[in-house]
């Protein structure tokens, strides 16, 4: 079986030491995790993890169902990318001569549609929306200038299918 790429959802209760317990799944098993993110859900009181992982489909399986025998976990799913709507989302802070002197970082800046968040005198702060590859070209566009602090968040996702959650999350809630 070939590695793809995948993101696990896990609707949860929101309790203490869950993410210690799913991230040992994951350690157990010495496959790294390459995306986390924590969230509420459409349903008050459930939290969603979205966790992206490189590995097998039989892989992927075996961890949702290791995953769904946690007592705080309400269902877990797994999609390959083509079956979900994603965007991770990330900050590049450059030296503020740079937005003045080199004409080229305005085009970057124009062509990977990307917004100014803040001007400082020393520094000025990127902000960029989208796919993983996308973030990455933007990073190898402006790294021959000289990044100075970068960051990128977990993917966030949603199904392009039903999933049904809600109902089973209200189920859940009224238990």
């Known amino acids: 079986m070939e590695n793809n790429w995948y993101t696990i959802s896990v609707y949860s209760e929101n309790n203490v030491g869950l993410l210690n317990r799913i991230s040992g799944i994951f350690l157990k098993r010495h496959i790294n995790i390459e995306g986390l993110n924590v969230s509420k859900s459409e349903i008050d009181g459930v939290s969603k993890f979205t966790i992206v992982i490189h590995t097998t489909e039989q892989w992927v399986q075996n961890i949702v169902g290791q995953i769904e025998k946690q007592i705080e976990v309400i269902k877990a799913f797994y999609h390959p990318d083509d079956e979900i709507i994603y965007q991770e989302s990330a900050l590049f ?3 503020s001569d740079l937005l ?3 004409r080229q970082i305005q085009n970057i800046i124009k062509d990977n ?6 001007v400082a005198r020393d520094f000025f702060v990127l902000s960029k929306s989208g796919k993983r590859d996308e973030i990455d070209k933007m990073h190898s566009e402006l790294e021959p200038y000289g990044i100075m602090q970068f960051v990128r968040s977990g993917r966030i996702a949603v199904s392009k299918a039903e999933m049904r959650i809600s109902s089973l999350l209200e189920e859940f809630q009224h238990n």
């Open 93 to 95: 802070k450059i030296s």
């Open 100 to 102: 003045f002197d080199e």
């Open 113 to 118: 549609n990307s917004q100014i968040v803040t």
